[in-house]
């Protein structure tokens, strides 16, 4: 099976530039130097048509800029990210946009993606006139579909943005990302603003898409519940490296990286009772001066010398791979 | 005796729009060492009962009624003085947002010792310590080196901690936490779940826990109350109204939750959305998204009633029919 979307070692570094302050502090002498983040470090997976890939992991771990990779949002500092088979890092050729005009992305807050100066009408008609989806003259048939798609009222054609719920931006966003013909979907955090009882009308929606526009997603969120529930397979991120990837099932049945294992057992669940609550101590470090070796090894119950040294080497076992050293001949 | 009983509270806003009953007729209580865990989707009044506890509501809103009694005395008829000499002292509040508690331009110090001296006549040497043992209890690392800082040299998590930190500074016997680990990633969050649990436990001190996660509230709380439109409509023990929900909403509620074991599966949608609290139907405010609905409960509002030693339902056609049931 080829894949539809193939990441081959793809980074993303930020330069962080002094400000004048420190600028003119370094010419006095101060030990001040450019920082740089690398917020996505050499990410590598596939993703099938028809399938739902999920992307977690902490805060400021590099979700969305990988997100936004992909989406073509962002240029990548490194490696190559290819669209069934076309390499769409090339900003420059026709082949590559027609591409990623297929990669849609859905944003967690719908109103700062949303012009609140335009109707409803007319941010979901746009890019679909633009593009030559459809033309002036059958614009408006086409929104009310779509709205439809979404389970809207046609009558939300005509409002602005803030005159609509949480819930009834985040279909506009969807019905703007789908009047594109897309078949790709990037969903970032696309439902974590909403109410739980909404949030179940978004997922029930996103599947019901799946279904009858034939859509492969990216699904990135923190919320690991939402994950399992609709993901097939789940990519783990770690401070700007992917440290796990696995099925969802033998992701949750049995997690490798005692990263996602930790992860794992601080998710409240129903049903479990009253919890005691246990920890991975430590906070997420700064990801402008990440520790050596493996990222995780200061707050990892296994570490090892060879931790704090070597970077891990992703290895795969059937469908399911893992970058620890216990995986890899041990950690000392 | 209770730590807190609240009666019958009505916290109304009077806007341009109407009045708005942000909280209509809201009734718990919570002995020492207590979690009740407040859930309901945003606009269902949680944050307004919080407030009103603390008497933090501000205008157009006004508490019109009912009775908040804490430890034996009715707050309504504390002077303001009265009420500050409580706050951040007996009765402490932890919010969504630890900038709303700390202030950006103070040392954490400054903020933290400031807060013992407001309430006890000790030196500044001892408030300093006091500070110190509770930063190091909420899980900051090397806390004396730590408090010469300001709040934005650290990070979303340790600042909630730090808010956390200063709401136990003078051990209080009663903390109201609205949503202070929504924002948070599982790791912190379940960081913070452990220590509050933890304090509960070995202090005595009685919890309020405001939140729209069932699944925290599973964990974490002795008992739950869900509000629907300014009104409790299902309260009892955690596990016996997470097991057995009477009221169609938490049904629903628990339905929409993605999770375990129900990979794939539809969701429970709850049609429609949260109502427009200046314009609540007649009856119940719930029949418009209810499926359970019928003419009895478009005409009228049902009364709360108990169904079991500790259990209360506000619902005409429950779903499980318990002794005591209408
Ligand atoms: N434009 C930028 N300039 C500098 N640094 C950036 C920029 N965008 C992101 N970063 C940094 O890159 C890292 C990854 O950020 P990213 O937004 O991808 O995280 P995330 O996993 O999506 O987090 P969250 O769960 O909070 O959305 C962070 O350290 C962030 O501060
Ligand atoms: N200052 C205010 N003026 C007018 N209405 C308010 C004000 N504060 C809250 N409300 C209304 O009171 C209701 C309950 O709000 P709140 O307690 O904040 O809900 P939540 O359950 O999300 O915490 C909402 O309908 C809200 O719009
Ligand atoms: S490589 Fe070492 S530190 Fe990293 S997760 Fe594995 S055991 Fe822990
Ligand atoms: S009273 Fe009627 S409308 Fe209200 S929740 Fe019960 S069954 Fe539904
Ligand atoms: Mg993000
Ligand atoms: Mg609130």
Redesign the pocket.
């Known amino acids: 099976m080829t894949a539809m979307l193939e990441l081959n070692g793809v980074s993303r570094r930020f330069e962080k530039k002094l400000d004048g302050v420190e600028r003119l502090a370094r010419r006095l002498g101060a030990d001040l130097r450019e920082t740089c983040v690398n917020a996505v470090d050499t990410a590598s997976f596939t993703v099938a048509r028809g399938e739902v890939v999920g992307l977690v992991g902490e805060s400021g771990c590099g979700k969305s800029t990988l997100g936004r990779m992909v989406a073509g949002l962002l240029p990548v500092s490194d490696g190559e990210i290819r669209f069934e088979g076309i390499d769409i890092t090339d900003a420059r050729s026709a082949r590559a946009r027609e591409k990623r005009l297929r990669i849609q992305m859905i944003f967690q807050d719908p109103m700062s993606s949303l012009n609140p100066r335009m109707k409803v009408a007319d941010i979901i008609g746009e890019a679909a006139v633009y593009h030559g989806l459809t033309n002036r003259q059958s614009v408006a048939d086409y929104v009310d579909q779509l709205l439809e798609k979404v389970g809207l009222d046609r009558a939300f054609a005509q409002r602005y943005p803030h005159q609509m719920s949480g819930g009834q931006r985040q279909r506009i966003g969807i019905a703007r990302a789908l009047a594109v013909k897309p078949e790709f979907l990037i969903c970032d955090e696309s439902i974590a603003a909403l109410d739980v009882s909404i949030q179940a009308q978004v997922i029930n929606l996103f599947q019901d898409l799946r279904r009858d526009l034939d859509l492969t997603y990216l699904f990135i969120s923190h919320d690991l519940g939402v994950v399992e529930h609709i993901a097939d397979r789940v990519v783990v991120m770690y401070l700007g490296r992917i440290v796990e990837v696995a099925p969802t099932e033998a992701l949750f049945d049995g997690p490798r990286h005692p990263y996602t294992q930790a992860l794992l057992d601080q998710v409240p669940r129903l049903g479990a009772g009253r919890q005691v609550f246990r920890t991975v101590k430590g906070e997420i470090p700064s990801p402008l001066n990440p520790p050596p070796g493996c990222h995780f090894h200061p707050r990892c119950p296994m570490a090892g010398p060879r931790c704090r040294r070597d970077v891990p080497r992703r290895i795969t076992e059937g469908d399911h791979s893992t970058a620890c050293h216990l995986h890899d001949g041990g950690t000392e | 005796m209770s730590v807190l009983d609240v009666r019958d509270l009505q916290t109304h806003?009077f806007?341009d729009a109407g009045v708005?009953k942000?909280?209509d007729g809201v009734s718990f209580s919570l002995d020492a060492g207590e979690v009740l865990g407040l859930v309901?989707?945003?606009?269902?009044?949680?944050?307004?009962?919080?407030?009103s506890i603390l008497r933090l509501v501000?205008a157009?809103?006004r508490v019109v009624g009912g009775q908040i009694n804490f430890k034996g005395q009715d707050l309504a008829t504390l002077s303001n003085r009265e009420m500050r000499s409580l706050r951040g002292n007996r009765i402490a509040m932890i919010f969504q947002d630890p900038m709303m508690t700390l202030n950006p331009v103070l040392r954490i110090e400054t903020q933290m010792v400031e807060a013992v001296r407001a309430h006890h006549r000790v030196s500044h040497a001892a408030a300093k310590d006091r500070a110190i043992r509770v930063l190091a209890r909420v899980g900051i690392p090397s806390p004396a080196d730590r408090l010469a800082a300001y709040p934005h040299q650290f990070s979303g998590g340790m600042r909630q901690r730090v808010a956390i930190a200063i709401a136990l500074l003078n051990g209080p016997d009663l903390i109201v936490a609205?949503?202070p680990t929504t924002a948070l990633d599982v790791t912190i969050q379940s960081q913070i779940l452990a220590e509050v649990q933890e304090l509960a436990r070995e202090t005595g001190t009685a919890l309020i826990w405001?939140t729209?996660d069932l699944a925290v509230v599973a964990g974490l709380a002795d008992k739950v109350s869900v509000?629907y439109a300014?009104r409790i409509v299902e309260s009892g023990p955690t596990d016996d109204v997470l097991t057995a929900p009477g009221h169609p909403y938490t049904e629903g509620l628990l339905g929409s939750i993605p999770g375990h074991g129900r990979r794939g599966e539809r969701l429970t949608q709850i049609p429609g959305m949260a109502p427009n609290?200046?314009r609540l139907p007649v009856g119940c405010a719930f029949a418009p998204r209810c499926h359970r609905v019928d003419e009895t409960c478009r005409a009228k509002a049902p009364a709360i009633t108990d169904i079991g030693p500790k259990r209360g339902l506000r619902c005409f056609h429950p779903i499980v029919e318990t002794e005591g049931a209408a």
Do not use: L, Q, R, Y
């Not at chain 2, 309901?40 to 407030?51: A, I, L, M, N, Q």
């Open positions: 806003f806007t708005v942000a909280v309901g989707e945003s606009g269902s009044g949680k944050s307004v009962t919080g407030f501000d157009p809103g609205d949503e405001i729209h509000m300014g609290m200046a």
